[in-house]
């Protein structure tokens, strides 16, 4: 079974994605910040990663970028979930390593669209 | 909705654009002819449909078939027929052209995102290393649809579904809450309002035509009517491209299936055998 990781300081928010990623077969583990997913990541390196930008400790940004650092840190494939919606932040997150970018609000569809696009499912 | 007026409602709509309305979704009818009596000065759409009982007014009538023709498009949509027409459909036309454009019709373009789609493709490739000039044409019978494509001008929903973040950033700026695609894009899109249903043959010939989730929408003799005018309008060479649950098969001879090319038929048997 393919794993997923939920980055998100909102415990409603990761419970739907949650929610989501298991209708679409993924086993999901959560996190609630960046530090707490590279932990996760240190010790159990997930097939995806859903990842919020502003989150305490360590922010998705710095996270994806710390991340791509690591050993094995390149195979996951990362799909920001976010509140900022303006290009600039589509362009930076790309440029630190993310795969794609959805714009909260989100529903299943959009999810599974960018995972399926990934190849993921 | 009385009886009566289902019926005027899906004999307005079928007989001008041949899609069928589903009687039983009554709900799906006022839902889309809210708007069009609410832009055309009625209280409601009973109110529509009575003035067009009484007054048979023709532009009326065009406005309730435009407003119930499906219009439902993504970028990229179902992502495997952009792959296909990418890494083989495009590359076999440009080895085997000597001389003039391929040319591409998304037949029924909706909102614009299929076009589209198709020119980012086509500016990716011409980027890398086709040489062969490609012209892309797009048609829908909805004016309301050709305006917003021909502008296009799309919401945060319409690009989250199916449009890569890389071409996002490459192709579009944001505008207020709107997405803006580039000029250069759009430039590569010829436009036309036609009817499927009408004659086809003065439209020219094309190497591509996609035609997808169009036909659905039709009924038995009339998706046989328009895939034999498609075929009508396909190079020899050429290709149409239907959506993933559509087919030819128990419509039509004029077509048949690509081995191992999932929604993809050419025209006749022989070249489907050998391609």
Same mark, same amino acid.
């Given at each position: 079974?393919?794993?997923? &990781? ?14 989501? &990623? ?12 960046? &530090? ?86 | #909705?009385?009886? @009566? $007026?289902? +019926?005027? =409602?899906?004999?307005?709509?079928? !007989? ?10 009554? %709900? ?15 209280? !409601? ?12 007014? @023709?532009?009326?009538?065009?406005? =309730?078939?435009?407003? #119930? ?5 993504? *970028? ?30 998304? +037949?029924?373009?909706? $909102? ?7 020119? #980012?493709?086509?500016?990716?490739? @011409? ?13 829908? /019978? !909805?004016?309301?649809?050709? $305006? ?14 199916? /449009? ?16 803006? /695609? ?23 010939? *094309?190497?591509?035509? *996609?035609?997808? %989730? ?10 046989? @009517? =328009? /895939? ?16 993933? $649950? ?8 004029? *077509? ?15 070249? +489907? #055998?050998?391609?």
């Amino acid at each position: 079974m393919r794993t997923s &990781l939920v980055v998100d300081d909102s415990r409603v928010i990761r419970k739907v994605a949650r929610r989501i &990623l298991e209708g679409m077969g993924f086993e999901v583990a959560e996190a609630s910040d960046g &530090l707490e997913a590279l932990s996760w990541c240190q010790a159990t390196m997930p097939d995806a990663i859903l990842l919020d930008w502003n989150m305490p400790v360590l922010n998705g940004l710095d996270f994806v970028r710390q991340l791509r650092q690591q050993p094995g840190g390149h195979q996951p494939v990362v799909v920001f979930c976010t509140v900022e919606n303006d290009k600039a932040h589509v362009v930076a997150a790309l440029d630190a390593g993310a795969n794609e970018y959805v714009m909260k609000p989100f529903d299943g569809d959009i999810i599974r669209g960018k995972f399926a696009a990934m190849g993921l499912i | #909705m009385t009886p @009566q $007026t289902l +019926a005027l =409602v899906r004999l307005i709509v079928q !007989s001008r654009t041949g899609v069928v309305v589903d009687p039983d979704r009554e %709900y799906l009818i006022l839902h889309r002819l809210a708007p069009v009596a609410r832009r055309e000065g009625f209280d !409601s759409v009973d109110a529509l449909l009575s003035a067009i009982r009484t007054q048979r007014d @023709q532009r009326l009538m065009w406005a =309730v078939a435009d407003g #119930m023709i499906p219009t439902e498009s993504a *970028f990229f949509r179902d992502g495997t027929p952009f792959n296909q027409f990418r890494d083989v459909l495009l590359p076999s036309l440009a080895s085997s052209r000597r001389s003039g454009p391929i040319k591409i019709w998304s +037949a029924g373009c909706g $909102t614009g995102e299929e076009p589209y789609s198709l020119a #980012m493709l086509v500016d990716a490739e @011409q980027a890398r290393h086709m040489a062969t000039p490609v012209e892309i044409y797009a048609s829908d /019978l !909805s004016e309301r649809c050709l $305006t917003k494509a021909q502008a296009g001008i799309y919401t945060q929903a319409d690009i989250q579904r199916g /449009l890569p973040a890389r071409q996002l950033v490459q192709h579009f700026t944001k505008q207020d809450a709107h997405w803006h /695609l580039s000029a250069s894009i759009r430039r590569q899109v010829r436009w036309r309002r036609l009817n499927l249903i009408a004659d086809l043959s003065p439209i020219g010939r *094309f190497d591509v035509i *996609f035609c997808r %989730y169009v036909l659905e929408a039709f009924d038995g003799p009339t998706r046989k @009517q =328009v /895939l034999e005018q498609l075929a009508g309008v396909l190079n020899p060479e050429g290709y149409l491209v239907l959506g993933d $649950t559509e087919t030819v098969l128990g419509l039509t001879e004029a *077509f048949s299936p690509v081995s191992g090319q999932r929604g993809v038929f050419v025209r006749g048997w022989q070249r +489907a #055998m050998a391609a």
